[in-house]
C-alpha cells in the first residue's frame, strides 16, 4: 500500500474555495449532486459571510474533498486508503465507499446544525503549540477543576495539540501553557468546541439519524482518526462517524498507523495545507493538492505505488 488521501477539518476553509477547484467533469458533477441534496446551490456557500456558519464550513469541505478525489480517481489514480480529519472523515467514508454521498450531505448539514446550535457563541477551540500532551493535559484538568469547560481536544503531532471549551477557559489555559513553555497559542477558525464531552448530546442526536442510513463495506482502507485504527465494518464506521464530533482526534496516531500499514505519500485534498506539513513529518512524503498540478499529483502516486 503506498498512497492515502487525507481530508480536512475545519479551519482550512477559505472564500472561494468551492469555486477555485479544477475545472473537471467529475467536480462539477459533484458540486450539482451536492446542491440537489441540499435543495439549493452550494456554490453560494463558499463566501465570506456564509463560511461565518459551521454548516457551510462542514458542507464546503465536505464537498472540495469528495469532488477533488473523484477528479483524481477518475484520471486514473489509485489511492489504497483514506483518513479524514474531524467532518473530514465524511469525505473520507464516502471516498472509501462505506457512505453514499447524498447521504452524507444530509448527515453532514444536520452535524453542523446541531454543533452550531449547542454553542452558538462564547467556545471554541484553541491551538497549542510547543507543549508535549501531558504537561498541557495537567493544565487543563487543573483549569477544569474551576468549573471553567475546556478540554483536550485534538493530538495532532506531539507538540501541536487543540483545546477546545469556553472562551475564558482557553484563554486561562494558554495563558499557563505558555508560562509552562509552550511557544504561541492561536484561536483556531471554528466557533464550536469540537472534539470533547460538551458536543456528547449532539452526538447522540446525530447517531439516532444515522439509524435509517446503510453504510457499506469501503473498498478502500478505512482509517478512523478517532479511534487511530483501520474501519472495516459498516455498523462501526457509523457509529464512528456520528460520534466524532464528541471525540478527541488522534491524527497523529493515525499517520503513525499509515505508515505501519505500508503508506510513502499522503495527499490532502484541499483547500489548505496543515494535514500535508503534519503527513511530511511521519510519513515519507506529502503533497497538497492545493498547491500542486493534478498531473503532478497523479505521477507522484504512480511512483509511489511502483516503490519508486
Do not use: K
Not at 472561494?16 to 477547484?21: I, K
Not at 473498498?219 to 456520528?242: G, H, K, N, Q, V
Amino acid at each position: 500500500m503506498s498512497t492515502l488521501l487525507t481530508f480536512p477539518g475545519q479551519g482550512a476553509q477559505r472564500p472561494g474555495m468551492l469555486h477555485g477547484l479544477p475545472d473537471h467533469r467529475a467536480v462539477h458533477e459533484t458540486l450539482a449532486q451536492t446542491s440537489d441534496a441540499l435543495g439549493h446551490d452550494v456554490l453560494a456557500l463558499d463566501t465570506a459571510d456564509s463560511l461565518q456558519s459551521t454548516v457551510s464550513v462542514q458542507l464546503c469541505l465536505l464537498a472540495a474533498g469528495v469532488a477533488t478525489a473523484r477528479a483524481l480517481m477518475a484520471d486514473g489514480a489509485r489511492p489504497e486508503a483514506v483518513a479524514g480529519l474531524s467532518i473530514g472523515a465524511y469525505a473520507a467514508a464516502v471516498v472509501a465507499g462505506a457512505l453514499a454521498y447524498d447521504d452524507a450531505v444530509r448527515l453532514v448539514a444536520l452535524r453542523g446544525r446541531l454543533m452550531a446550535d449547542a454553542y452558538p457563541e462564547g467556545f471554541g477551540m484553541t491551538a497549542i503549540l510547543g507543549l508535549e500532551a501531558p504537561a498541557l493535559e495537567a493544565i487543563v484538568a487543573r483549569v477544569r477543576a474551576t468549573g471553567l469547560p475546556v478540554y483536550v481536544a485534538n493530538f495532532n503531532a506531539p507538540t501541536q495539540l487543540v483545546i477546545a471549551g469556553a472562551d475564558v477557559a482557553m484563554a486561562r489555559v494558554a495563558a499557563l501553557a505558555q508560562e509552562a513553555g509552550a511557544h504561541g497559542a492561536r484561536r483556531v477558525a471554528i466557533a464550536v468546541p469540537s472534539h470533547c464531552p460538551l458536543l456528547d448530546d449532539a452526538a447522540a442526536t446525530l447517531a439516532q439519524a444515522f439509524a435509517p442510513v446503510t453504510l457499506r463495506r469501503p473498498t478502500l482502507r478505512l482509517f478512523s482518526a478517532s479511534a487511530a485504527r483501520e474501519l472495516r465494518d459498516p455498523a462501526r464506521i457509523a457509529a464512528d462517524l456520528a460520534a466524532n464530533m464528541a471525540l478527541p482526534v488522534r491524527w497523529h496516531e493515525t499517520l503513525l498507523l499509515a505508515r505501519a500499514c505500508g503508506v510513502r505519500l499522503a495527499v490532502e485534498m484541499p483547500p489548505g495545507n496543515v494535514l500535508t506539513r503534519l503527513a511530511g513529518a511521519v510519513l515519507p512524503e506529502a503533497v497538497a493538492c492545493a498547491e500542486t498540478r493534478a498531473d503532478s499529483v497523479r505521477v507522484l502516486m504512480d511512483r509511489a505505488s511502483q516503490g519508486d
